[in-house]
């Protein structure tokens, strides 16, 4: 069966420190990684998706995430944190790929909450 | 900018009801989901459809049926809505890229079965 963990309900960081989201996925083959961000009462957003080459992609609004394939990790990160950065976070593997019906595998997600 | 839409924000029925939730997107996306959203357990697909009437179950589809009539066009039925089926909504589209193509989501249905 396929699962996706993000191990932290919630994180809650200063603004100006650095955060972390951490994703860990157990997804048959070889899928893609994404992250998605939801804003109160909003539909999700797209933050970022590792493809292949760099382990280390660049997304929206200053996140970043690093693919690690032994460890079968996918973290969240940001330099700086901005109160605005205060959502609920989603790690969604994609099923293998050479699949062609393109559904994703969402984790339960992390309530991020940056402190002024 | 990729848009899609959902028919309403809030929706109250009663236990018994048929519930139609209609999702429309102007990209001309080939794939279509339902997903449900609840606290703590995250988004979790329903039914899912890649092309024009045709349709996949996804982890959660008791309860549920689709139509996918047209291209941009695809309905979610509770066919007699139960309180379980309390929850939100989300609609979400993508291309025909499959498994790499980012998913493109809906704001949102929020539905009370009283």
């Known amino acids: 069966a396929q699962s996706v963990a993000q191990p932290e309900d919630q994180v809650n960081v200063a603004e100006g420190n650095p955060l972390t989201v951490k994703c860990t996925y157990s997804?048959?083959?070889?899928?893609?990684l994404f992250w998605y961000v939801q804003y109160p009462n909003r539909g999700l957003q797209f933050l970022l998706k590792y493809i292949t080459g760099d382990n280390l992609v660049k997304g929206s609004y200053g996140f970043e995430a690093e693919f690690n394939k032994s460890q079968t990790s996918f973290h969240l990160k940001k330099p700086s944190a901005l109160v605005s950065d205060s959502a609920l976070y989603f790690c969604a593997p994609s099923g293998d790929r050479g699949s062609t019906l393109g559904r994703l595998y969402f984790g339960r997600g992390t309530q991020l909450t940056v402190w002024p | 900018d990729v848009k899609v839409t959902q028919s309403s924000r809030y929706l109250v029925k009663r236990t018994g009801e048929k519930v139609f939730l209609e999702c429309v997107q102007d990209?001309?996306?080939?794939?279509m989901f339902w997903y449900r959203q609840d606290p703590g357990l995250g988004l979790r697909l329903i039914y899912f459809s890649y092309d024009v009437k045709m349709k996949e179950k996804g982890d959660i589809p008791e309860g549920y049926s689709v139509s996918r009539e047209k291209k941009e066009r695809f309905s979610l039925i509770l066919e007699s809505a139960s309180t379980n089926q309390t929850s939100m909504y989300l609609c979400?589209?993508?291309?025909?890229?499959?498994?790499?193509?980012?998913?493109?989501f809906g704001p949102g249905t929020r539905l009370l079965v009283l």
């Open positions: 979400a589209s993508s291309g025909q890229g499959a498994a790499q193509e980012t998913q493109y």
């Open positions: 990209m001309d996306h080939e794939n």
């Open positions: 997804v048959s083959g070889n899928p893609y």
